[in-house]
Nanobody, 113 residues
C-alpha cells in the first residue's frame, strides 16, 4: 500500500522557519522524482520544488527561490522541505508528490503574526 505522509506544518510568524517531512512507503522511493506543491484557499495548486531521484539536483518556483530547500533521504524514504524567511503569502496546504503517480494528504502551513 502506497503512503505519503506529510508532517511538520503549523502556525509560524513572518520571518520564521518550518521543516516539512514526507514519509514514503509502498514504492521504490529512490526511483521517483519528488515534488512539493502547495495550494492556498481559492487558488490553484502550485509547484514549489522538485528533486530528482538519485541526486541532489533541485529546482524551485521563483516565489520561494533562496528561501526554501528541498532534500531527500533515500535510506529513510523521506522527503523534506526546509522553509526559511516565511511570508504570509506562503500560507497554504503543502503536498508531497511522487511524480507522476502518488500524492500525500497535505499539511497546513499558516504564516501570520
Amino acid at each position: 500500500q502506497v503512503q505519503l505522509v506529510e508532517s511538520g506544518g503549523g502556525l509560524v510568524q513572518p520571518g520564521g522557519s518550518l521543516r516539512l517531512s514526507c514519509a514514503a512507503s509502498g514504492f521504490t522511493f529512490r526511483q521517483y522524482v519528488m515534488r512539493w506543491y502547495r495550494q492556498a484557499p481559492g487558488k490553484e495548486r502550485e509547484l514549489v520544488a522538485t528533486i530528482l531521484g538519485g541526486s541532489t539536483r533541485a529546482t524551485y518556483a521563483d516565489s520561494v527561490k533562496g528561501r526554501f530547500t528541498i532534500s531527500r533521504d533515500n535510506r529513510e524514504n523521506t522527503l523534506y522541505l526546509q522553509m526559511n524567511d516565511l511570508k504570509p503569502e506562503d500560507t497554504a496546504v503543502y503536498y508531497c508528490y511522487a511524480f507522476p503517480r502518488f500524492w500525500g494528504q497535505g499539511t497546513q502551513v499558516t504564516v501570520s503574526s
